[in-house]
């Protein structure tokens, strides 16, 4: 029997009424499960979320909130391998994939939770010391942090259903705002059941969480002026959504994290046979192929001197063939399909117009010869690598193809052009150098670090600690300026401050000792 996506309003389940929306397994395209959100009021979800579920986090201390995090990740943790199963089949994750986005999702949710422990038995931060704002000691200012009183309205991207939910859940709830998530409806399969997980274990304090399974209706009409927004998918929602009149009229914060033509720079300093080339290659074959291509911070762009572009189009090819396409579910496979008919033929629209100014290298846009695959069914998109002839052709710069492609652009292998050419991206959320040269690192860092969320910079002294620039860090800020859409999430504490409001207190010594 299909599985009907239920959403979680008001401190109840309810089924949408009306006609369903269908959810696909991307490989055998068949119905895994159906979804409606119709009949619900998402003005009575909201704030039910603002009266039941704001009060009840705000009188938890964060050591409270924090327990509550560690413990919802764990009772998730124990359905891993089910969870695991629903990414394979509603999208097209292989294993190694699935594992990627729920060990994110629980990781996340235990590293806030451990911050939480550490922030202890206090409800607000504080921002900084007190500031003396006179000559007199007694008159003196201290920046405050208080959660807002509205609701956190999340809203997703496919492609990361369980950590792209619970990493920005795990910071809204250690601040003291309650959810309101919505995963997008395609892949929303395992959204929906960690969610069930997490609120059937009881564990989460009434109205603290809501489940959206789909579509989100008229609630971004209700949305006010103490909600805020954090959205993640592609610009346009991006757009549409943060220049809606009722947004704007309330000045609602809205955080987007959008598309993104991430970067890998080799510096000029490589050879074949260095280290740090080996894991130039092994982590840009990685970042292509890993959950199809379809990861935010995926690398779409790679510089190459122009004296080592053979060698690199030759040696990540050869890469490339050992990544087999085909069911997820089989062993071996590394490549599964795209999530959805549609990203399938965005991939081949933005392939065609890539290919007036890169001609390919490996791969065609053609599916691929397929592993356990019968017929003509399923989403396939094999990797295609190309080489650029302009490295300035805007179609290379301005258009990011979800799915496992990247182009090879060659450079003079000076660190200012290189900069120059990843600037033409407007706005990245990660990019790469590979260098064991410090002078061309640091310049690197100085001169594109306006353009982007996070730098990664490799060399033989990290080779063996790099888990690569596509891992999202809890620790770290994620975001970036510009198309990736000018947002920035997590970072540890940084992550709390989008759901709180910064005061500034000014007043009597003693009296603003007592707020720490
Ligand atoms: P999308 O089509 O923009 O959808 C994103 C989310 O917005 C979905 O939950 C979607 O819901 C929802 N949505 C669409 N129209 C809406 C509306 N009118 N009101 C409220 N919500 C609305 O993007 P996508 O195809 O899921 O994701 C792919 C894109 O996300 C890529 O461009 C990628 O670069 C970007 N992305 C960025 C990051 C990052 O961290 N920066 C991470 C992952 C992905 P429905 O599915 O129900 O329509």
């Not at 990361?160 to 920005?168: D, H, I, L, R, S």
């Not at 947004?247 to 046979?273: C, M, Q, Y």
């Not at 080339?277 to 890993?290: A, H």
């Not at 762009?301 to 090819?317: C, G, H, N, Q, T």
Request: glycine content about 10%.
């Amino acid at each position: 029997m299909t599985t009907c996506l239920r959403s979680y309003v008001c401190g109840e389940w309810v089924t949408g009424t009306g006609d369903k929306s269908p959810l696909y397994n991307p490989t055998t395209e068949a119905i895994v499960a159906e979804t409606s959100t119709e009949g619900i009021d998402f003005s009575k979800a909201l704030a039910f979320a603002r009266d039941e579920g704001g009060p009840a986090l705000r009188a938890m201390t964060f050591a409270e909130r924090g327990e509550m995090l560690v413990k919802v990740a764990k009772a998730i943790h124990e359905y891993r391998e089910e969870l695991i199963d629903l990414a394979i089949q509603n999208g097209g994750n292989t294993r190694s994939d699935a594992k990627f986005d729920i060990d994110g999702a629980t990781g996340t949710l235990s590293y806030y939770g451990k911050l939480g422990q550490k922030l202890g038995a206090e409800k607000v931060l504080n921002d900084g010391e007190t500031i003396q704002l006179t000559r007199n000691p007694r008159w003196v200012g201290q920046h405050l942090y208080t959660p807002l009183r509205g609701a956190a309205i999340h809203i997703n991207a496919f492609n990361f259903p369980a950590w792209g939910m619970m990493e920005k859940a795990a910071c809204a709830l250690l601040a003291g705002m309650p959810v309101v998530t919505k995963p997008a409806t395609s892949t929303a399969l395992v959204a929906y059941r960690m969610a069930e997980i997490a609120i059937e274990s009881g564990l989460l304090p009434k109205g603290s969480f809501t489940f959206i399974g789909g579509n989100p209706g008229d609630m971004l009409d209700h949305v006010d002026w103490q909600d805020v927004i954090a959205f993640t998918g592609s610009s346009d929602t991006g757009l549409m959504i943060r220049s809606r009149e009722n947004i704007l009229k309330h000045n609602v914060r809205v955080n987007v994290e959008a598309d993104s033509l991430n970067a890998a720079v080799l510096g000029p300093d490589l050879e074949t046979e260095d280290e740090t080339y080996d894991l130039f290659l092994r982590e840009v074959s990685k970042d292509m192929t890993q959950k199809a291509g379809q990861k935010c911070t995926a690398i779409r762009r790679i510089l190459v001197p122009e004296d080592m572009m053979d060698a690199v189009k030759e040696d990540l090819s050869r890469e490339l063939s050992q990544a087999p396409v085909g069911n997820p579910a089989e062993k071996g496979v590394k490549i599964g399909p795209l999530a959805t008919a549609r990203q399938v033929k965005d991939a081949c629209a933005g392939l065609e117009r890539l290919k007036e100014v890169a001609k390919p290298v490996y791969g065609d846009g053609s599916r691929g010869e397929l592993v356990g695959v019968e017929g003509d069914k399923g989403y396939f998109f094999a990797p295609v690598l190309l080489e650029a002839s302009d490295a300035r052709a805007p179609a290379i710069h301005d258009r990011e193809i979800f799915g496992p492609v990247a182009t090879l652009i060659p450079y003079s292998g000076k660190a200012e052009e290189a900069a120059e050419i990843l600037g033409l991206g407007r706005g990245s959320l990660v990019s790469s150098v590979y260098s064991d040269k410090a002078d061309f690192a640091l310049t690197m860092t100085r001169e594109v670090a306006p353009f982007l969320g996070r730098l990664h910079l490799a060399s033989k002294k990290v080779a063996e600690l790099s888990a690569g620039p596509g891992v999202v860090m809890p620790t770290l800020v994620h975001g970036g300026p510009g198309r990736a859409g000018g947002g920035e999430e997590l970072g540890g504490e940084r992550g709390l401050t989008f759901y709180m409001q910064r005061t500034a207190v000014q007043g009597y010594q003693p009296l603003l000792e007592k707020l720490k």
